[in-house]
């Protein structure tokens, strides 16, 4: 058998420019509004981008949902209304409904956009009205230019400027990334037996809880796309450390051991601290390792997790890699991850649909993994795929998730095969 070899050459990545399929910033909210459990996010947009979220993320919610759409109305677009005064009237009506929200997120859409309506100005209005009531926040969940995930980095960036400030004599480490309560609950765990116990996360579980940044803030990225964030929190002298994400086995050890060089740990605690949830994350692999080695997998551009996704599944499930394709590539942020994927892989940063598709008709790989727009034509074409967007707001990360990881793609063939029979 042929040794495979790792590191992806940089210089062959292939850059493409031209008609693009993906989600908006505005299903960012699907997951921050499940993480921040005191907000409302109000986005003022168009009947469509209501209807986008009742679509895509009423289906996966079973009680009051913390999110709405004001509507802009032809008279609003038009400039014959004045949106400022019905913004206040939606939100006196938002809060009057819901006491117990603590802070506000004012999200803009294309249609906001398009006709220049100042959320920000909104907001400190808002936030001076309602001083001691409610925080009020705004930023931009608008699909323009832009791909689903960066909803939440547009969210994140507004919060960075209202952290407190770490004082000058103590240090944390700062989690950057949504992550559901249980995977929270499990790096706390984890990161406490290692001796670090001055761990924060970004976003909080509530707003008063927002975490202090400094010159003392040890920076860990727990999501790919958060690329703006991070800049403005090491502009608040964080320090960021590089690191593969927390997919799978190997991409959390790796994330983990980050943190423990930064913080001075002896490489002996990580080891000691890691050695059964390793064990029970491989032992629990296995099955799904059995049904998705040899198989082969292709990523279109869709939610920035593709590289990491693809290299737990190359190294760690023995799947075969046909084309990895990212809607933006950052170096600095992925230079760990690049360097753990198959040498010679076809990696392409942005998107030209339909050249895209064609080289996916003619791979034809055993699963595809995209948006939503495009999973029902493939599958119509027999192609199986996967929706990239479940992968972001399911329970994935850390040691204990890595076979709930495997078995999201492992499902869509066992499925396929079923369908065969």
């Known amino acids: 058998m042929t040794t495979p070899v790792f590191g992806c050459d940089v210089a062959n990545i292939v850059y493409e420019r031209g008609q693009r ?18 907000a409302f996010f109000l986005v003022v947009g168009s009947r469509t981008c209501a209807h986008l979220l009742q679509s895509a993320a009423g289906v996966m919610i079973f009680a009051e949902p913390r999110f709405a759409t004001a509507i802009l ?16 009237r939606v939100v006196a009506e938002v809060l009057g409904r819901r006491p117990d929200i603590k802070s506000l997120f004012l999200v803009g859409s294309c249609p906001s956009e398009v006709i220049k309506l ?30 689903f995930t960066q909803g939440e980095d547009t969210c994140l960036l507004a919060l960075v400027p ?56 040890t920076l860990l990225l ?50 000691t601290v890691t050695a059964a949830p390793i064990a029970r994350a491989q032992q629990a692999l296995s099955r799904q390792r059995a049904l998705l080695s040899g198989k082969r997998i292709t990523f279109l551009p869709d939610s920035q997790l593709e590289i990491p996704l693809a290299r737990f599944l ?36 942005g998107q030209d649909l339909e050249a895209q598709l064609e080289r996916l008709r003619t791979d034809r790989p055993d699963l595809t993994v995209c948006g939503l727009g495009l999973a029902n034509p493939l599958e119509a074409e027999g192609l199986r795929t996967k929706w990239s967007i479940e992968l972001v707001f399911s329970p994935v990360h850390g040691f204990d998730q890595a076979a709930d990881l495997a078995e999201l793609f492992a499902r869509p063939l066992v499925r396929g095969a079923l369908l065969q029979v």
């Not at 920000?120 to 323009?144: I, M, T």
């Not at 796309?225 to 997919?247: C, D, I, M, S």
Request: proline share 6%; net charge negative.
């Open 21 to 38: 399929q993906a989600f908006c910033g505005l299903a960012g909210i699907v997951w921050l509004h499940r993480k921040i459990q005191d």
């Open 73 to 88: 109305q032809e008279r609003d677009l038009a400039g014959m209304a004045d949106c400022n005064q019905e913004l206040d």
């Open 118 to 147: 100042d959320l920000n100005k909104a907001a400190e209005r808002l936030s001076a009205q309602y001083q001691g009531r409610v925080q009020v926040f705004d930023y931009s969940g608008s699909g323009l230019d832009t791909t």
């Open 162 to 217: 209202h952290l407190p400030a770490l004082p000058a004599t103590e240090r944390n480490l700062l989690i950057l990334g949504t992550l559901p309560d249980v995977v929270e609950d499990q790096f706390t765990r984890l990161f406490t037996e290692l001796g670090i116990t001055t761990v924060h996360f970004l976003p909080p579980r509530r707003i008063d809880a927002l975490p202090p940044v400094g010159a003392g803030t």
């Open 222 to 271: 727990a999501q790919p796309f958060l690329g703006e964030t991070a800049r403005a929190l090491q502009k608040r002298g964080a320090t960021l450390l590089t690191a593969p994400y927390p997919f799978g086995v190997e991409g959390t050890l790796g994330w983990l051991r980050a943190a423990t060089e930064a913080w001075g740990i002896a490489a002996e605690r990580l080891d």
């Open 314 to 349: 190359a190294r760690e499930c023995g799947m075969e890699l046909v084309e990895v394709a990212t809607p933006f590539l950052e170096r600095q942020l992925m230079a760990p991850e690049l360097a753990l994927l198959p040498a010679g892989v076809r990696l392409t940063e």
